[in-house]
């Protein structure tokens, strides 16, 4: 048990849609993101994707909705089986919780990320 400081863990690495795990909570694993463009549409059928903006902004798209602006300190989740796409125009840096062993690529035909520890 320690502090964490994700400004540290995110200055380790310099890729883009990569998550890195910085601790576990329950069955699930806490992890920080960067990322710059946009992403594959996708969805989660068994839970829902956290997203909590530490710097910068994002875009969440909702199929069928318009495009949501999330800001730094804002967090968004988007329900399990709702196909979004997060993306963002200059780097955003996001505080990521997911089940253990959860794809962050969804169902979309994209590898996912193999979420190192930091």
């Given at each position: 048990m320690k502090p964490i400081n994700l400004s540290e863990k995110l200055a380790m690495f310099a890729t883009h849609w990569d998550p890195h795990v910085v601790a576990d909570y329950n069955q699930n694993e806490v992890m920080v993101v960067k990322f710059q463009g946009e992403f594959l549409f996708h969805k989660h059928e068994e839970t829902d994707d956290f997203f909590y903006v530490l710097e910068g902004e994002m875009f969440m798209d909702i199929e069928g909705e318009d495009s949501k602006v999330v800001k730094a300190g804002e967090l968004f989740v988007v329900p399990k089986g709702v196909v979004h796409?997060?993306?963002?125009?200059?780097?955003?840096?996001?505080?990521?919780?997911?089940?253990k062993g959860e794809p962050n690529s969804g169902d979309a035909d994209r590898a996912p990320a193999p979420k190192p520890r930091v």
């Amino acid at each position: 048990m320690k502090p964490i400081n994700l400004s540290e863990k995110l200055a380790m690495f310099a890729t883009h849609w990569d998550p890195h795990v910085v601790a576990d909570y329950n069955q699930n694993e806490v992890m920080v993101v960067k990322f710059q463009g946009e992403f594959l549409f996708h969805k989660h059928e068994e839970t829902d994707d956290f997203f909590y903006v530490l710097e910068g902004e994002m875009f969440m798209d909702i199929e069928g909705e318009d495009s949501k602006v999330v800001k730094a300190g804002e967090l968004f989740v988007v329900p399990k089986g709702v196909v979004h796409r997060p993306r963002a125009e200059a780097e955003v840096k996001v505080l990521l919780i997911e089940p253990k062993g959860e794809p962050n690529s969804g169902d979309a035909d994209r590898a996912p990320a193999p979420k190192p520890r930091v």
